[in-house]
């Protein structure tokens, strides 16, 4: 499975859009980006998925580069509920093993 | 629909001793798969249980051994504690779709386990 990078941490004034980074230079080309969050104390919790196409839905959006070497998912409207650890991850399926990596803490600031 | 839970909430053990976590899949939900969290790092695969089986491993000792039952419920097993064994220890579900889909894996809100 691809490896991702993400920065460790971000900010965002809440109201504002949350833009999170993801590199994965490695994907190859049957391999889906997956998105979960963890809020403290809680286990994860799926967000999005896409494979080369941006998605949008009720959480978020996924904008995939066309070489699918990186991506970002977008929170339009950040609320203090939002700050949470968010991973990225790259695999051929969502229901197999989920590699998660050191994932990005977002801090939603009023 | 209760989602995924998980029992104990807390335990703590000692060094040497045995302990037994347990998952209820989501309604509907036919695969369990463990991970284990330690503080400040991301869930770690340790197995997934699919038809009673275990169908995928993580790099994980044999220590560390499952079972899933009739009714997709789960047992985590993990024998001879060690300290580095603390952690928490998240369960999720989902349905598997024999064609590899992306039905999406709902976690539990996980077993805190100190081991002293």
């Known amino acids: 499975d691809a490896k991702t990078t993400q920065p460790p941490s971000m900010d965002c004034a809440e109201g504002r859009a949350a833009n999170l980074p993801c590199n994965h230079s490695t994907i190859s080309g049957n391999e889906y980006v997956y998105w979960y969050r963890q809020i403290h104390s809680q286990g994860p919790q799926y967000i999005i998925h896409?494979?080369?196409n941006n998605e949008t839905n009720e959480m978020a959006s996924l904008i995939i580069t066309e070489d699918r070497k990186s991506s970002t998912l977008i929170l339009p409207h950040a609320t203090l509920r939002d700050t949470a650890v968010y991973y990225c991850?790259?695999?051929?399926?969502?229901?197999?093993?989920?590699?998660f990596g050191q994932g990005t803490t977002l801090q939603v600031k009023p | 629909d209760a989602g995924v839970t998980q029992s104990p909430t807390h335990l703590i053990k000692t060094r040497g001793q045995q302990v037994t976590l347990r998952c209820s899949p989501k309604s509907g939900h036919d695969t369990v798969s463990w991970y284990q969290q330690a503080l400040g790092q991301g869930p770690q695969f340790i197995f997934q249980?699919?038809?009673?089986?275990?169908?995928q491993r993580g790099n994980f000792p044999d220590r560390f051994s499952g079972h899933q039952f009739p009714n997709y419920s789960s047992e985590l097993n993990v024998n001879a504690l060690l300290l580095g064994d603390s952690a928490l220890y998240l369960c999720a579900s989902s349905f598997l779709d024999p064609k590899g889909g992306h039905n999406e894996q709902f976690f539990g809100p996980g077993t805190r386990l100190t081991v002293l």
């Open positions: 896409g494979l080369k």
């Open positions: 249980y699919y038809e009673e089986e275990e169908r």
């Open positions: 991850i790259v695999g051929s399926s969502n229901t197999g093993k989920l590699i």
